[in-house]
């Protein structure tokens, strides 16, 4: 398990496949790289990847504020890039993974994991963007007074692998409880897009297939989101997974692995 300082912060991550091209794996906020493993599993043959934990989750280290932390972590994912490398984001990650591509032309392909930058939505879908935030609200309403184990249960339920509260083990529970604080400091980025990734001009040159990948029950504000970014991202496809919510990787393994297969050839 590869551990070293990336972008001055100490990074662990992971590496899977023994495919003759590279690939980087963002994972969501609140997981870590492990969540990758069984759908890079099944791109093995194909695929060389690396998938570090971000700040705070798994094995890296503790997040300590030292900087915005979008721009941290998008420095970190960085400094794996390899030429003609395939950059596959979840959640939180497609933010970053989406980040880098605008900044880093070159990429042989993107794939955005229901990519949670709601301001996408807010001007293309504006009621289901307040409907978003007045469903989030109990969740930021508990954060914002440091209630952190009802943050942790209603995040959960929203943005989960579809398992109730009472059937995660301590364990996951108190890894949750934990790392909660961190979905505060992404929503400048997420909400408000303080980064600049929806500005003018900027998705339109993207010079690289992109996958966009959702499942059917997630929640609905994902659907507006897609919308938006396809609108204005030239070279673009969705695959809408039946069933699956929010966890696609993790509950749809093979049927992400083979929406990927098919776009990347």
Do not use: C
């Not at 662990?12 to 969501?28: D, I, K, Q, S, T």
């Not at 696609?248 to 990347?264: D, G, K, L, Q």
């Amino acid at each position: 398990m590869p551990y070293d300082t990336r972008a001055g912060f100490p990074v662990h991550w992971n590496e899977f496949g023994v495919g003759p091209e590279p690939a980087l794996m963002l994972h969501p906020a609140l997981a870590h790289s492990g969540a990758w493993i069984r759908m890079a599993g099944g791109l093995a043959d194909r695929l060389r990847v690396a998938a570090p934990d971000m700040p705070g989750h798994g094995l890296s280290g503790d997040w300590d504020k030292r900087s915005d932390y979008h721009d941290q972590m998008t420095e970190i994912a960085a400094s794996f890039l390899e030429p003609g490398m395939h950059v596959i984001g979840h959640s939180f990650g497609a933010t970053v993974a989406l980040r880098l591509a605008l900044e880093n032309p070159g990429m042989r392909s993107l794939t955005l994991i229901e990519p949670v930058l709601f301001a996408a939505a807010k001007d293309s879908a504006p009621a289901a963007f307040n409907a978003h935030l007045k469903k989030s609200r109990p969740f930021a309403n508990a954060l914002a007074v440091g209630d952190q184990d009802t943050a942790a249960r209603l995040f959960s339920a929203l943005w989960g692998d579809g398992r109730g509260w009472e059937d995660l083990n301590q364990k996951q529970k108190d890894s949750l409880i934990k790392r909660i604080p961190i979905i505060a400091e992404t929503n400048k980025t997420l909400h408000d897009d303080s980064v600049g990734l929806l500005a003018e001009g900027r998705l339109e040159a993207l010079d690289m297939p992109v996958l966009l990948v959702r499942g059917s029950e997630t929640q609905l504000i994902m659907q507006d989101i897609h919308a938006a970014l396809a609108a204005r991202i030239p070279d673009v496809r969705e695959v809408v997974i039946e069933g699956a919510g929010h966890m696609a990787p993790i509950s749809h393994p093979v049927e992400v692995e083979a929406a990927i297969r098919a776009m990347i050839g």
